[in-house]
């Protein structure tokens, strides 16, 4: 990993708009095409008969990376790498992954793409919160006993009336308040060894700071690293990746697409997505491995373009290598706040998930932007999705996510459907930290439904 880190300053020197536009892009969309990849809108959960193209697929992201490269934009040069050595990475890569300790232990192993048992069902907490109820927030994820591990990535966004901006004293003391607040919740559940992955800081000293031997993180716990789209890397995630390996910290990564962006189409996405993951496998070789495709002009994972491209991309990269821990379209960025929309968002990724053996996740809605809408109940709903769709046949799957995608296709097409739901104190009692009347009666509508459509969720 250190020597690929290397050619950072030995690789070929190359303008970053060269990159974008006379590398990367040529690159993607011939490659792309080469390999006769298109997009059908049809096709949203990939079935048996959907396999060649998965490898078509995944061998054009391989071929994409050897051929394009990273960019260092601390450098301004390339790092390249030599066939052999991805499909090294690949034969290489984790087939099994523990997260947290003692009682709370998770243990994922590589199954392929059929579901034996439940995946695991990681509940995420994305956005602002308000500092007096951010806590209560996390313990709404720590008392569901479906969700098995943790991204409490919540955002307290200013201290002492000061915004906690990346690289000052006020995003670290943001951190340690997080770090806090996350621990004492997970223990007042009686998880105290629970894995959790959140990792809000943008600046390394932020992100550091929280792994105190004392008070702080464990290695058992998480932290994250990414690639910038498209393909590019800086000296500040590599310091971030020599920090979590010295001290053992299981943390994870993200392949994210922008669709009809710099990606292109979802064809592209999925390709140049692949590509990413890939590339996160040989620069960081991280525990845990999240693919996430969105729209580029409206950030919402379920929507027919992002459904394709996400888990098209995480079905090829898990039929193709060994890793243990995919995750696809994370419920971390749901457009919907919390009500019956934010519920056929979720129920949409998680029975996707669970057909292609994907970890489960959610927790989030309004795009992870806006204040206080992150709840347990959420994580709650995708581990009875999951748990319900064990062993569901894929083609059985694809027929009903397009129906409960209908539900609310309209209002991602007008790009209203943020402005559905209601935030955390709306949907739950502060006081018992328990959902209200008014949330379960939205959840249990959709269940309803859900069942007239087939589906016989829990």
């Known amino acids: 990993m250190v020597d690929f880190w290397a050619r950072s300053e030995e690789g070929p020197i190359l303008e970053e708009k060269k990159f974008d536009l006379k590398v990367f892009w040529k690159n993607l969309r011939r490659i792309t095409e080469k390999y006769e990849i298109s997009y059908d809108p049809q096709a949203l959960v990939p ?8 490898d078509r697929i995944f061998a054009a992201g391989r071929e994409m990376l050897i051929e394009t490269g990273i960019y260092n934009i601390s450098t301004g040069r390339l790092i ?6 991805v499909d090294e990475c690949i034969a290489l890569s984790r087939d099994t992954v523990v997260l947290g300790a003692g009682d709370d232990r998770v243990e994922v192993r590589y199954t392929g793409l059929t579901a034996e048992k439940t995946p695991p069902v990681k509940g995420r907490v994305l956005g602002p919160q308000s500092p007096e109820l951010i806590e209560k927030v996390f313990e709404s994820f720590a008392k569901e006993p479906m969700i098995d591990h943790f991204h409490f990535q919540g955002i307290i966004e200013k201290v002492n009336g000061v915004p906690a901006k990346p690289g000052s004293p006020f995003e670290m003391i943001q951190e340690v308040m997080r770090t806090g607040y996350a621990k004492t919740a997970l223990r007042k559940a009686g998880r105290t060894n629970a894995y959790d992955g959140g990792s809000a800081p943008v600046s390394v000293e932020g992100m550091m700071v929280a792994f105190d031997r004392g008070w702080g993180k464990r290695e058992s716990d998480g932290g994250h690293c990414y690639l910038m789209p498209p393909m590019k890397i800086d000296y500040d995630q590599m310091c971030r990746v020599y920090f979590y390996h010295l001290r053992d910290v299981k943390f994870w990564t993200t392949s994210a697409g922008f669709i009809n962006g710099m990606d292109g189409p979802p064809q592209m996405a999925a390709v140049c997505m692949v590509a990413t993951g890939l590339a996160e496998q040989l620069l960081f070789n991280p525990s845990l491995q999240q693919f996430a495709a969105s729209m580029a002009d409206y950030s919402c994972p379920a929507s027919r373009e992002a459904v394709w491209t996400g888990f098209h991309s995480a079905a090829a990269f898990i039929k193709n290598t060994r890793c243990a821990y995919v995750r696809a379209n994370p419920g971390g960025i749901i457009t919907a706040g919390l009500g019956r929309e934010h ?56 027929d009903l996510a397009k129906r409960f995608l209908a539900k609310i296709e309209d209002k991602i097409t007008d790009k209203t459907l943020h402005k559905a739901g209601k935030d955390f104190p709306e949907c739950y009692d502060l006081n018992t930290v328990v959902p209200n009347k008014w949330i379960l009666d939205e959840m249990d509508a959709v269940k309803k439904d859900m069942r007239r459509m087939g589906f016989d969720i829990m």
């Open 47 to 54: 079935t048996e008969d959907h396999y060649e193209l998965l």
């Open 80 to 85: 390249r790498f030599e066939p052999w050595e």
């Open 343 to 398: 519920f056929w968002e979720v129920g949409i990724t998680a029975l996707a998930a669970t057909a292609l053996n994907c970890v489960v996740s959610a927790g989030t809605g309004r795009q992870s932007s806006q204040l206080n809408c992150s709840a347990g109940i959420s994580g709650r709903f995708a581990g009875e999705v999951a748990h319900s769709a064990v062993g569901i046949e894929k083609a059985v799957a694809n």
